[in-house]
């Protein structure tokens, strides 16, 4: 018989896989997400109601985009979605390596723990955004965001992690056309937008130009 599919992937295409290693690990997590929002509250109730058939899920749908990708920079991490669950599930990828960005103490304290218990190859940066990407010059194939800030907003967090050939891939939920006509205006954006999970959206970003004053 052929062996059952963790929760998280089974919203996935078939053709998407996933060690039986990595599968495990990925319970480990949700058990330790479930254990700090009893202790220290660190999210709410619904989004553990939803944590397999949406926020994994969603997450490990950019693992199926960016095939290839080894190296991720994963913006406003909270509490590890979609960041640490990518960096599981690409544990087995030569030279794997997310980059989990979050200025909260608290949620830092949570997503040290769940790499620890994991072995996930991910290392948290405790600092904000406009700080860590300032200073990065290290190659990285994509950077992530879920749920973290408007559109035009990503776009100049990214600038120069996409100019330097980097995909940007964000979660989107209801109300992006508003948001992308918004940002239409300070930016020359190619995107691709693709299905989500439930009525959100993902959108890749492979070119992003700033557009001078007076040329919206």
């Not at 490990?60 to 909270?78: C, K």
């Not at 990828?93 to 200025?103: C, G, I, P, Y």
Request: hydrophobic share 45%.
């Amino acid at each position: 018989m052929p062996r059952e599919r963790a929760p998280a992937l089974a919203g996935l295409p078939l053709g998407f896989a996933a060690s039986r290693d990595a599968q495990e690990q990925l319970t480990t997590f949700v058990a330790l997400l479930e254990k700090w929002r009893r202790v220290h509250n660190l999210v709410g109730r619904d989004t553990l109601d939803e944590v397999w058939d949406r926020h994994i899920a969603d997450s490990a749908q950019l693992v199926e985009l960016a095939p290839d990708a080894r190296r991720w920079l994963d913006l406003g991490s909270g509490a590890g979605f979609p960041g640490l669950v990518i960096a599981i599930l690409i544990r087995d990828r030569e030279s794997a390596r997310v980059d989990l960005v979050e200025s909260n103490q608290k949620k830092c304290a949570f997503l040290r723990e769940a790499v620890r218990a994991t072995s996930a190859p991910a290392i948290v940066h405790a600092e904000r955004i406009e700080s860590v990407v300032k200073r990065w010059l290290a190659p990285i194939d994509a950077v992530t965001a879920r749920a973290l800030a408007p559109l035009s907003v990503l776009c100049g967090y990214v600038e120069s992690l996409v100019a330097r050939g980097a995909v940007a891939f964000f979660h989107k939920g209801r109300g992006f056309e508003r948001e992308l006509g918004e940002a239409r205006q300070l930016w020359d954006i190619d995107l691709v937008q693709h299905a989500g999970r439930g009525e959100g959206s993902i959108v890749e970003i492979r070119r992003l130009i700033r557009r001078e004053k007076g040329h919206a």
